[in-house]
């Protein structure tokens, strides 16, 4: 079993940055892949990045790339979201997920239903 805590989140002016942090229970952490997900107002829920259980395969949506930067640090036990050149389309609440992914397709990584563990979600929001 893994639970997963994000923070991070809070309010920012056009250009700021911010960064997420979400942290796991549990000593089985490093074998999973983590996705960000974000979800705005009335949309889907979409996969923003995600990173395999060793940090080798990275992958952002296009419209956060080079601006976004997932990381983590399975020492720790926590997986990062660093947000940069923040804009009022990145608000939403944002959600990461770990799931031993069986592989690193996209139509694995940005299925929300692969995953079978889920934070709570922390609040973006981007102000103009």
């Known amino acids: 079993q893994v639970q997963l805590v994000e923070s991070g989140g809070g309010l920012v002016q056009v250009g700021g940055s911010l960064r997420l942090a979400c942290t796991a229970s549990?000593?089985?952490?490093?074998?999973?892949?983590v996705g960000w997900f974000r979800q705005a107002p009335g949309k889907e829920r979409d996969l923003v990045a995600a990173?395999?259980?060793?940090?080798?395969?990275?992958y952002y949506a296009d419209s956060v790339k080079g601006r976004f930067t997932i990381s983590r640090d399975n020492s720790k036990n926590t997986a990062y979201l660093q947000m940069n050149s923040l804009e009022p389309e990145d608000t939403a609440i944002y959600y990461c997920?770990?799931?031993?992914?069986?592989?690193?397709?996209?139509?694995?990584?940005?299925?929300?239903?692969?995953?079978?563990?889920w934070g709570q979600g922390t609040q973006v929001t981007v102000s103009s």
């Open positions: 997920a770990a799931d031993r992914l069986p592989d690193f397709t996209i139509e694995t990584i940005s299925n929300r239903f692969q995953y079978d563990y």
């Open positions: 549990g000593r089985t952490f490093s074998r999973y892949g």
């Open positions: 990173i395999s259980w060793s940090g080798g395969n990275i």
